[in-house]
Structure formats: structure tokens, C-alpha cells
């Protein structure tokens, strides 16, 4: 709990991983609809159609990208925790 409070322990590498799945649902569920709708009397037909199905494939990829992305700076400051606890400081030579 010390570490969460002094903020040493990092929570949005978490956040990230959660908002990519909705993130994904959310762009599954918009391609869908944008398909189905395209089939209706007020859909626009094959644009509606061709924009739901990029949606639905391309969507929870790019998702993956931008979140991978911000996850990778968190790895990184991570990273160099570690190497700066992993290293010693060498002694001061004195005069």
C-alpha cells in the first residue's frame, strides 16, 4: 500500500489493458450495427456496409496499437527502475 500511495506502484499499465477490451467491444458492437443497418431502409448500403466491416476488422487493431504504445512507455520507466536498483552507485574517492 506504501508504494501505491508514494506512487511506485504504477496502476494505469492496468487501466490500459482494461480500455483496450472495451475498446474493442465498443468497435465490434459499431461495426455490427453499422452492417446491420446498412441492410435497412435507412441505411446508406454498400459505404455504411464497407465502413462497418473496416470498423470491425481494423478497429480492435488499431485499438491494440495505441494501447501497446502507451504501455510500452510504462515498460520502459519500469525497466529503469530496475536498472537503477540493480546498479550501485560507486563510491566517492575522497581527496
Not at 506504501?2 to 480500455?19: G, N
Not at 470498423?55 to 480492435?60: A, H
Not at 487493431?61 to 527502475?81: D, G, H, K, M, P
Request: hydrophobic residues 45%.
Amino acid at each position: 500500500m506504501d508504494d501505491f500511495i508514494h506512487f511506485r506502484k504504477l496502476i494505469t499499465p492496468s487501466i490500459i489493458k482494461v480500455l483496450f477490451w472495451i475498446s474493442s467491444i465498443l468497435c465490434c458492437v459499431s461495426g455490427i450495427v453499422l452492417i446491420a443497418s446498412s441492410f435497412g431502409s435507412y441505411g446508406s448500403g454498400a459505404p455504411t456496409f464497407l465502413i462497418g466491416f473496416c470498423i470491425l476488422l481494423l478497429g480492435p487493431i488499431a485499438a491494440r496499437i495505441i494501447c501497446e504504445t502507451l504501455y510500452v512507455i510504462f515498460q520502459i520507466y519500469e525497466n529503469s527502475i530496475a536498472i537503477k536498483h540493480t546498479t550501485k552507485p560507486k563510491p566517492k574517492e575522497s581527496k
